[in-house]
């Protein structure tokens, strides 16, 4: 079965930096590329980054720009979202997505288009 996990969430103030992990099992995973996205009750879900499925493209929105990084392993089937410099409005459920993709070095960045998703992992940024 498909499976994706997200961890790493947790309670950290601003200015610190965390991790998310997230382990793909069941897919073959180098045919997708991935994408980290984030939801509040106040917010739609929102792209944040995204990576090819060779990890090569790396697509990022604009407030996380400098401060967030996307990267893949895809020998342990793990994509990390690093985030830095963490803000308050950075507060949100964080989810990892899977989507098939032909070419090695496209990014979607249209949550619909996904097609397998992590149950998130919740992020609070403390003031």
């Known amino acids: 079965q498909e499976q994706l996990v997200e961890s790493g969430g947790g309670l950290v103030q601003a200015g610190d930096s965390v991790r998310l992990s997230c382990v793909v099992s069941?897919?073959?995973?180098?045919?997708?590329?991935m994408g980290w996205f984030r939801q509040t009750p106040e917010r739609d879900r929102e792209f944040v980054g995204g990576i090819s499925r060779n990890g090569v493209n790396v697509q990022y929105v604009d407030s996380v720009k400098g401060r967030f990084t996307i990267s893949r392993d895809n020998a342990g089937n793990t994509v990390y979202l690093q985030m830095n410099s963490l803000k308050p409005q950075d507060t949100a459920v964080y989810y990892c997505a899977a989507i098939l993709r032909s070419l090695p070095g496209t990014v979607a960045d249209t949550a619909s288009w996904y097609h397998y998703w992590g149950q998130g992992t919740q992020v609070t940024v403390s003031s």
């Open positions: 069941g897919l073959t995973f180098t045919r997708y590329a």
